[in-house]
DNA sequence: CATTAATCGAGACGGTACGTCGGGTCTTTAC
DNA sequence: GTAAAGACCCGACGTACCGTCTCGATTAATG
């Protein structure tokens, strides 16, 4: 907001930045050990030794505190792989899969799902874990156009749901198991619908 | 499922249909004014005037209450249009997005997504709400690749994902809206996917 | 139970009398082994195969249905000993402390200060369990005014309440043990409170 | 009981005397206008504005909390009439019969028979409530005999319990009614019993 | 170095809802 | 036509967390 942020050095104790982890870190925890459904900010302060009054200081309510749990060790962006456009999808792709075949994955649909949709949390936690893998779709898919690879879809919002929401759908639903054939054989059904001339199987 | 399912007229009072019905309809109502967060078994109990122990007689918690007052008025079958694979899946994709682009919409999705995913009446409301369409959508791909309209796809799990995932991908995410435009694009895409010979879009 | 009870051949199911006892027992079973506060109709009916419905039938309450499974074992008249009237007076005293020095003391006195007391029942139980012992005294102290012991009382209800209300205090209040010492000091003073000339002592 | 009672300062929020007050003025109002058998925590948390938690935080259930609603407004001692024994029994005889002869009587009652007599708080109300006047008539008596009025008997529990078991008798039993007649008939009977000079009665 | 002020932990507060127990009534089938 | 079985509505139970609010204890920057 304010372009000088060194902020006029306020007298009395400053935030602990160790209450913050210490925090964090007990609701990973939990998370891991006892699910989304057990975790409460009473278990967060009692295993953290963090009182309830410095929790709610520091995030709103129990869903934005396991956002922001949640939103660290993500899938980084896969390493530029020199291929074709299908490579560069397969790569994210897998390393989507691995990030989210896990009990981490459902919980990320739970509390996306269970959070009010218009808190400002919410909207940055949407667009760190779910959309961020789609805007490098998108912009794989652009530099793709741009090199002549494929030619510029016209549809490009609906092509990208379609490579993305997959995931997501198996995850919410389980109907079906999210494996390395799943990235695999998104991957080359993406690169179908972007161009018919991307006759480039699955590895020949 | 059984031939013979002439219960052997058990002993003691039945449970009452009416106040299974009125249970029912008290959790509509509620989630229809005030949402799934607020729905609790005291509210439906009171609302609806039927005592709390009879919920819990006929329903193991929230979750599966609401699962089963969702799981009315879905979004029946495609009225069988005579038209080609690509104008079938339209027609259903027409429906399915004028029955979730409303609150009902976001509330399958978190009920879904909080509900214990080992549950029976998960594994029902599964495959009533969220799989039926794509089984739908299979048997219209199986007919037309019988009718020898399109080749008999590979992978046509994946293919499924892609064309019914979408939907509670914007449902659970809410990036962008969902409207006709968006079951228009997601046939035509779909078209494009199962056949290259699929040149009957909407447009020319 | 009479041989002659031609009763008017009424139609239908007779009503049980075996339900009646069976309910009876298992109260008593109860009262026994878990004591009043877990006696309840629920439980009685589940112990003894009765269904509530029936008990309702034959006891308004818990309280009613406890009154009636405590009447029975009463602590019947002193046998007549020959002696006067603190020799009497002692006799009952013995047996009554012997009747009560246990659990069902105890739980008498729960029953009757939990119960209506304007109830029939209540009415009933009063006179059999508590009153009726105050009446034999009255009769013995009655006997031996009319045979000259001693001077008739004036105020022999008060009397009456100062001879048998010790031994209720002590069942409610438990500062004091109930035993035989007891029952031999009241007896004692019962002579000393009736007659100057009752220079019986304790057995010599 | 330690002579060093200055409690290390305990941390965190210290319970609110003003909801404890709050939760046992409604409880005496509950009382006084519906009975014991109607009050219910939850009916003292309505009426108190006090939450259901915080009555737990104080009390382990409803009979403690009746317990230490009635432990106010006791009888306070009987302003040490200067005349003999008897005239300090009457005084105080007639203190408790108007203490009793109310709702509050029976309701004190009640609420012994219904607790567990093993619970400190029961043994505190006996002492309190019911034992406390017991023990003013000792050392009633006991004073009298320092002063050469009686001699010292010997069974003074059993005639404490004689002069003290009658109102708690009639309150339980209902059969005759407690008033200023009964407690001046136990105070005579009680001189009569403590010592045979004792011609001092109100009737000459 | 003492003061001061904000944050810390602890924990009680008024609440809401939970899931269960038992009360007393009513309905259905069996005897 | 009564008995059993058992579901009904209802009230209350005692507990878990919620999010807020004092408290005494800590801790840094200020004076």
Redesign the interface.
Known sequence: MSQDDTQPPRRGRPPSKAARQKALMAAREILATQGFGRLSIEAVAARSGVGKPTIYRHWANAGELVMEALMSDLPGRAPASGGGLVEGLRGQLHLLVAAFATTRG?QV??V???SD?ESEMTKAF?HRV??SS?EHGRSLIEAAAQAGEIDRPQ?I???L??????L???L?????PIGPD?AE??A??AG??LG?NAAEGPRA
């Open positions: 459902r649909a739970m996306l799902a269970a949709p949407r779910i959309l789609r549809d919002e609906i092509i749901d379609m490579i993305y929401a997959p997501f759908y198996r919410l639903v389980g109907h079906l799943f054989g998104l080359e059904h179908r619908l018919g």
